[in-house]
Every structure is written in structure tokens, then in C-alpha cells.
Nanobody, 124 residues
Framework: QVQLVESGGGLVQAGGSLRLSCAAS????????MGWFRQAPGKEREFVTA????????YYADSVKGRFTISRDNAKSTVYLQMNSLKPEDTAIYYC?????????????????WGQGTQVTVSS
């Protein structure tokens, strides 16, 4: 069982930056592929980015490529999402997710564990 707790969300002006963190419980964090998803009001959940168990592979949605960076620190059981050049359309609740896997996982339904989410609001 893995528990995930996101933090770092908030209100930022367009063009600004935020860094989200997702802290995981348990001693087997390094065995998990991790991902970030988001859901805006009235919209379906969408994939943002994912990282493999050792950080060797990452994958990004086209909408965030070049602006967002995912990373992980297995010693701290934490995955990060650095978000730069934020746009109003990035406004959403951001969720991290975990799945026992050695590869990058980009499909939300394949993830076993989810955090409660953290709100990101980008004002124009």
C-alpha cells in the first residue's frame, strides 16, 4: 500500500512558476513508476507527465512539453513537478499517481494509487 500526499499548489500569475511535490509512504518507492495528472473544472482528467522508477525515462503531454519538468528523489520518496511559464489553461487540480512498474506509465487507469490532489490556479 502506498499513500501519496501532494503539496506546493497555489495561485500564481501567468508566466510564473510553481513546484509541486508528492511524498510517498512506504519503503518501496523506488519500485514505482510515478505520474502527474490534472483535472480542470468540467473537464476530464488528463495526463501531464510520468517518470520511470529510476528517473531514466520521462514522458510529457504536448501541452506542457518544454515548460514542465518531472523528477524524483528515491531517497526522499518524493516526486516533483517543476512548472514554468504557467498559463491560465494550466489551472486545475493536480494529482500524483503511483504504479509498481519499471517502465513509464502514461495511462491513468493503469495507476494503482492516487493522491488527494493540489489546486493550481493561474491568473491572467
Amino acid at each position: 500500500q502506498v499513500q501519496l500526499v501532494e503539496s506546493g499548489g497555489g495561485l500564481v500569475q501567468a508566466g510564473g512558476s510553481l513546484r509541486l511535490s508528492c511524498a510517498a509512504s512506504g519503503r518501496t518507492f523506488r519500485r514505482y513508476a510515478m505520474g502527474w495528472f490534472r483535472q480542470a473544472p468540467g473537464k476530464e482528467r488528463e495526463f501531464v507527465t510520468a517518470i520511470s522508477w529510476n528517473g531514466g525515462s520521462t514522458y510529457y503531454a504536448d501541452s506542457v512539453k518544454g515548460r514542465f519538468t518531472i523528477s524524483r528523489d528515491n531517497a526522499k520518496s518524493t516526486v516533483y513537478l517543476q512548472m514554468n511559464s504557467l498559463k491560465p489553461e494550466d489551472t486545475a487540480i493536480y494529482y500524483c499517481a503511483a504504479r509498481p512498474s519499471l517502465r513509464v506509465v502514461v495511462v491513468g487507469d493503469e495507476y494503482n494509487y492516487w493522491g488527494q490532489g493540489t489546486q493550481v490556479t493561474v491568473s491572467s
